[in-house]
C-alpha cells in the first residue's frame, strides 16, 4: 500500500520539480513573459509604439492619416472661426456632413459667397444668421476639404477626453 502511494507521488513530485525549473530557465531567457511583468508593462508601454507611428495625432487618439490630414487643416485654415462644438465666429460644425452634403460644404469652403449669391436657401439663411459674415475662400482641393470633414466627423460626437480615455484603455486591451 505504502510502496504504490510512493509510486504514483514521486514521479508526480519530480515532474511538478522539472516543469517549475523548466519554466524559470524559459522565464530567465527571456522567451515568457511572467505575468506579473506583463500586467504593470500594458499600460506604461503601450502608447508608445503608436506615438512613436503618429506623434502629431496620438494625443487625440487619431491614428487614420486622412484624420489626421484633416486635422492640420483645420487648425491652419478653419480653428480661429470655428470649433466643432461651440460658435466662435462661425458656428459649430459638429455634425456638418449630417447637415450638409459634401458636394455643399466644398463649394461653400472654396467660395462661400458665390453659394450665397446663387440664391442657395441654407447658404442665404446661414449667412444673415451670421451678421452677414463673410467666410473666406479657400483654396483647397476637393479631397483636402474631405480629410476636414472626416475630422470633424472623428472629433465631434464624443468631447476629447472620452475618445482620450477610450483609446487609451482599447489600447491596454489590444497589447496585454
Ligand atoms: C474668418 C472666419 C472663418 C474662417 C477662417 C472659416 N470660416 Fe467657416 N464660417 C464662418 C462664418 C462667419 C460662417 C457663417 C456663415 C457666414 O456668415 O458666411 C461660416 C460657416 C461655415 C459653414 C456652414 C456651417 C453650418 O453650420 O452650416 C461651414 C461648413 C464652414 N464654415 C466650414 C469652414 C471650413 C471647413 C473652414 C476652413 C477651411 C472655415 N469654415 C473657415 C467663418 C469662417
Same mark, same amino acid.
Given at each position: 500500500?505504502?510502496?504504490? +502511494? ?24 527571456? %522567451?515568457?513573459?511572467? $505575468? ?6 500594458? %499600460? ?5 509604439? %503608436? ?52 458636394? +455643399?460644404?466644398?463649394? +461653400? %469652403? ?25 467666410? $473666406? ?40
Amino acid at each position: 500500500m505504502n510502496r504504490t +502511494w510512493l509510486e504514483i507521488i514521486f514521479p508526480a513530485s519530480l515532474a511538478l520539480l522539472v516543469c517549475t525549473i523548466g519554466m524559470l530557465l524559459l522565464t530567465m531567457m527571456g %522567451v515568457l513573459e511572467v $505575468p506579473l511583468t506583463e500586467d504593470a508593462g500594458a %499600460v506604461s508601454t503601450s502608447p508608445s509604439p %503608436v506615438a512613436l507611428a503618429d506623434s502629431a495625432a496620438s494625443a487625440q487618439g487619431i491614428t487614420n492619416p486622412e484624420i489626421a490630414a484633416g486635422d492640420a487643416l483645420f487648425k491652419s485654415n478653419c480653428a480661429q472661426c470655428h470649433a466643432a462644438d461651440e460658435v466662435v465666429v462661425g458656428p459649430a460644425l459638429a455634425g456638418i456632413s449630417r447637415r450638409r452634403p459634401e458636394k +455643399w460644404v466644398v463649394a +461653400w %469652403v472654396k467660395n462661400s459667397s458665390k453659394l450665397v449669391a446663387s440664391g442657395d436657401e441654407y447658404a442665404v439663411r446661414i449667412f444673415n444668421q451670421y451678421q452677414k459674415q463673410q467666410m $473666406p475662400s479657400f483654396q483647397l482641393t476637393d479631397e483636402e476639404i474631405r480629410q476636414i470633414l472626416l475630422y470633424i466627423d472623428d472629433n465631434a460626437p464624443v468631447s476629447n477626453t472620452t475618445s482620450t480615455g477610450k483609446t487609451v484603455s482599447l489600447q491596454a486591451v489590444y497589447c496585454q
